[in-house]
């Protein structure tokens, strides 16, 4: 017997868990499960005929298929050309994307052996023990399995069996100790130490779980041991509130600070507002990048979260979140959702400036996706929201958002992207928004600039953006183009240890002999501590020293004070980029101002 575990993911660092807990189940029940199921996971960006030839030659003998919104049409696609080759070939769904649309799935894809609904573990589990009794099981028996749905070819119509009950957590085994460590090389490794969630957010899914389950703690510290002993790069919490319960979050934060290993990032997606004065203190001790948080705040109109059935306290939030910001060793990844009920243009800029203005490390500007299943979808015509058919759904219009403002949005989303959430234009950007009435209108302004250059076509490389930022910034403000000149010099070389200069950048020759010199006669050991092994040419290789006439790294209000009241450049400063020892939140060169 062999049942094929097929996975296609966005991309090759991400990797597809609920795969392998489908088989860790399976094998805990019956050692012999483990040699009878096989994972293969994909990406969405390789061919399908390729994929389809795999899959070919592996000759199985049932095959189900891992479905989200990033993948329902390739992986129809792919069943379907799987089907045709071989016929006999039972295939399976199972997932989000189809747990909640089963019956429209099965229509589209008569051939189907079925649909394992919700969670899948046990379900999956019964399936495989009655394909090792029978090669082809009759309809009775798969409708003896809970938690599947079944096309009846008769009546064309979908038979649902009864639910599948909700495992206990700590019956999930820990499915990482039995992979080899190759399989997970280079990609980001999940982790749940919970499933479902309190909160009925009228756009997700865990809206519709009924309350929520947690592992042990003991079992949960066992388990994220065997991360920290590996040195992981990152774990990735799959809990929806990961604070929700303050007792399970506070002994898990605490367990991570009291046996860092200096190395491993850990991702939480937590509700901010609902931090406890102790978990505020835990996360202030961590140490930088050890830990980042995912905070959906998703709107800060009152009318909007009501018609969405969240009750967020936005004031707390502000609060935590700059609390948190101000400790500077937890990086902050803030949520906004554009397309919600209530929620036109003028008032989505109210939620980005406020949001903008608590300085996440990262502001997701997403677009509504009216998910199968959830409450908002079948509220939707109640409230005008037309989204695209096919996945992800994404909204189109609402009574509140005209189609035309969706992508004026879109263009602002990628302005947010590009400049703010890649962290490399920091204080070019800083002394730019002073000279607009918000955050949003500096964005619009910028997205119109980069549509009249037709930048959103020609797709820009990554280091002419700063070509652009300032050119966009000398039209706009002429007056200040030194300053802006110089700012834009200082977030170049705070990322780029580039020995080619950039045009804009201006001469190399300036100061040239004496920033030799600097290095020739071992200035730079003073700087540079942990740099002994390395001899002076190595170290200039290795750094970088510029010459700059106003202070780059001063506050962007005070700077341009400065600047327009002395035009003509005060004491010339030397600030030396340290790129081994990068800021972990920002990734920036370490910086330090030097005598030379």
């Given at each position: 017997?062999?049942?094929?575990?097929?996975?296609?993911?966005?991309?090759?660092?991400?990797?597809?868990?609920?795969?392998?807990?489908?088989?860790?189940?399976?094998?805990?029940?019956?050692?012999?499960?483990?040699?009878?199921?096989?994972?293969?996971?994909?990406?969405?960006?390789?061919?399908?005929?390729?994929?389809?030839?795999?899959?070919?030659?592996?000759?199985?003998?049932?095959?189900?298929?891992?479905?989200?919104?990033?993948?329902?049409?390739?992986?129809?696609?792919?069943?379907?050309?799987?089907?045709?080759?071989?016929?006999?070939?039972?295939?399976?769904?199972?997932?989000?994307?189809?747990?909640?649309?089963?019956?429209?799935?099965?229509?589209?894809?008569?051939?189907?052996?079925?649909?394992?609904?919700?969670?899948?573990?046990?379900?999956?589990?019964?399936?495989?023990?009655?394909?090792?009794?029978?090669?082809?099981?009759?309809?009775?028996?798969?409708?003896?399995?809970?938690?599947?749905?079944?096309?009846?070819?008769?009546?064309?119509?979908?038979?649902?069996?009864?639910?599948?009950?909700?495992?206990?957590?700590?019956?999930?085994?820990?499915?990482?100790?039995?992979?080899?460590?190759?399989?997970?090389?280079?990609?980001?490794?999940?982790?749940?130490?919970?499933?479902?969630?309190?909160?009925?957010?009228?756009?997700?899914?865990?809206?519709?779980?009924?309350?929520?389950?947690?592992?042990?703690?003991?079992?949960?510290?066992?388990?994220?041991?065997?991360?920290?002993?590996?040195?992981?790069?990152?774990?990735?919490?799959?809990?929806?509130?990961?604070?929700?319960d303050p007792r399970h979050a506070v002994e898990i934060w605490r367990y991570l600070l009291e046996n860092d290993n200096g190395v491993t990032n850990f991702h939480f997606e937590v509700e901010a507002d609902l931090l406890t004065e102790e978990e505020l203190n835990l996360l202030g001790q961590m140490r930088p990048g050890q830990v980042q948080l995912e905070i959906g705040v998703q709107s800060t109109n009152p009318a909007t979260l009501r018609a969405v059935g969240r009750r967020a306290d936005i004031e707390?939030?502000?609060?935590?979140?700059?609390?948190?910001?101000?400790?500077?060793?937890?990086?902050?990844?803030?949520?906004?959702?554009?397309?919600?009920?209530?929620?036109?243009?003028?008032?989505?800029?109210?939620?980005?400036?406020?949001?903008?203005?608590?300085?996440?490390?990262?502001?997701?500007?997403?677009?509504?996706?009216?998910l199968k299943g959830t409450q908002l979808a079948q509220k939707a015509g109640e409230y005008g929201i037309v989204c695209w058919a096919e996945p992800p759904y994404e909204v189109l219009r609402t009574d509140w958002l005209s189609y035309g403002e969706i992508v004026r949005l879109k263009k602002v989303e990628t302005m947010v992207e590009q400049y703010y959430n890649s962290g490399q234009f920091v204080h070019l950007l800083g002394a730019l928004e002073a000279g607009f009435a918000s955050p949003f209108v500096?964005?619009?302004?910028?997205?119109?600039?980069?549509?009249?250059?037709?930048?959103?076509?020609?797709?820009?490389?990554?280091?002419?953006?700063?070509?652009?930022?300032?050119?966009?910034?000398?039209?706009?403000?002429?007056?200040?183009?030194?300053?802006?000149?110089?700012?834009?010099?200082?977030?170049?070389?705070?990322?780029?240890?580039?020995?080619?200069?950039?045009?804009?950048?201006?001469?190399?020759?300036?100061?040239?002999?004496?920033?030799?010199?600097?290095?020739?006669?071992?200035?730079?050991?003073?700087?540079?501590?942990?740099?002994?092994?390395?001899?002076?040419?190595?170290?200039?290789?290795?750094?970088?020293?510029?010459?700059?006439?106003?202070?780059?790294?001063?506050?962007?209000?005070?700077?341009?004070?400065?600047?327009?009241?002395?035009?003509?450049?005060?004491?010339?400063?030397?600030?030396?980029?340290?790129?081994?020892?990068?800021?972990?939140?920002?990734?920036?060169?370490?910086?330090?101002?030097?005598?030379?």
């Open positions: 017997m062999k049942f094929l575990l097929i996975g296609l993911n966005a991309k090759y660092i991400h990797s597809n868990p609920a795969l392998y807990s489908l088989r860790a189940y399976a094998a805990a029940q019956d050692a012999r499960a483990a040699g009878e199921t096989e994972i293969v996971e994909y990406t969405i960006n390789q061919q399908l005929s390729d994929i389809l030839a795999d899959l070919y030659e592996k000759r199985p003998d049932a095959a189900a298929f891992s479905c989200y919104i990033w993948n329902r049409r390739q992986v129809l696609e792919l069943a379907g050309a799987l089907h045709s080759v071989m016929p006999r070939l039972p295939i399976w769904f199972g997932g989000p994307e189809v747990s909640y649309d089963a019956q429209a799935v099965l229509r589209e894809a008569p051939y189907a052996a079925g649909v394992l609904i919700g969670e899948g573990e046990e379900t999956f589990w019964e399936l495989l023990e009655l394909y090792r009794k029978e090669e082809t099981p009759d309809r009775e028996a798969l409708r003896r399995i809970p938690g599947l749905a079944l096309w009846d070819a008769r009546t064309e119509r979908t038979v649902f069996t009864p639910r599948q009950k909700p495992l206990e957590m700590d019956r999930l085994p820990f499915f990482y100790r039995d992979v080899p460590p190759a399989v997970f090389e280079n990609r980001i490794l999940y982790y749940e130490s919970s499933r479902g969630c309190p909160f009925h957010c009228a756009y997700c899914l865990s809206s519709l779980d009924e309350g929520t389950r947690q592992k042990s703690l003991d079992r949960v510290k066992e388990e994220l041991r065997f991360f920290l002993d590996g040195n992981v790069a990152q774990v990735k919490f799959l809990d929806r509130t990961f604070n929700c707390r939030l502000t609060e935590a979140v700059k609390r948190l910001r101000a400790g500077g060793n937890v990086h902050l990844h803030l949520d906004l959702i554009a397309g919600l009920p209530y929620e036109g243009l003028e008032r989505f800029r109210e939620s980005f400036d406020a949001v903008y203005r608590m300085r996440p490390h990262q502001l997701q500007l997403g677009f509504l996706k009216l500096f964005y619009e302004a910028l997205a119109d600039f980069y549509d009249r250059g037709g930048y959103f076509f020609s797709q820009p490389a990554r280091t002419y953006r700063y070509q652009i930022l300032l050119d966009f910034a000398m039209q706009r403000d002429p007056a200040r183009g030194d300053l802006y000149r110089e700012l834009a010099v200082y977030d170049f070389y705070l990322r780029e240890n580039a020995k080619s200069r950039p045009a804009f950048a201006g001469p190399s020759d300036r100061g040239r002999e004496r920033i030799g010199a600097f290095y020739r006669e071992g200035k730079c050991r003073r700087y540079l501590p942990g740099y002994e092994e390395w001899d002076s040419r190595q170290i200039q290789r290795m750094t970088h020293l510029e010459l700059f006439d106003w202070p780059p790294d001063a506050d962007p209000g005070t700077l341009l004070k400065q600047f327009d009241s002395d035009r003509a450049g005060g004491k010339e400063i030397a600030i030396l980029f340290d790129y081994q020892n990068r800021d972990p939140l920002s990734q920036n060169a370490g910086t330090m101002r030097v005598e030379l």
